[in-house]
């Protein structure tokens, strides 16, 4: 079975920074490409970042870059999202998500999701 298990979430001011952890099983990053998306409510869930599978090329969207990035350990089969400089408007459950072939931008070419952690901030 596989399973995404995200944690690191919680409530911080405007600038802090939050590194979300998302703990794979069943499924090994190394050979998936790996993205983090957010949603909050009432809104579409939105790309935030990707590492592609073997080589690892990271890719971050407009809305962060320069503010996250993304990283992955092969042998704790975990991929991270370092944030930085954290605004209200990052305020989300964030996601972590798998697919087998490499990154999109679209929730719906995942195939695999983990359960969420919220992430608030505050001005």
């Known amino acids: 079975q596989v399973q995404l298990v995200e944690s690191g979430g919680g409530l911080v001011q405007a600038g802090a920074s939050l590194r979300l952890s998302c703990a794979a099983s069943?499924?090994?990053?190394?050979?998936?490409?790996m993205g983090w998306f957010r949603q909050a409510p009432g809104k579409e869930r939105e790309f935030v970042a990707a590492i592609n599978r073997r080589v690892g090329i990271t890719y971050v969207a407009d809305s962060v870059k320069g503010r996250f990035t993304i990283s992955r350990d092969n042998a704790k089969n975990t991929v991270y999202l370092q944030m930085n400089s954290l605004k209200p408007e990052d305020t989300a459950v964030y996601y972590c998500?798998?697919?087998?072939?490499?990154?999109?931008?679209?929730?719906?070419?995942?195939?695999?999701w983990g359960q969420g952690t919220q992430v608030a901030v505050s001005s």
């Open positions: 998500a798998a697919r087998p072939l490499v990154y999109t931008t679209y929730p719906g070419s995942y195939s695999y």
């Open positions: 069943g499924v090994a990053v190394s050979d998936y490409a």
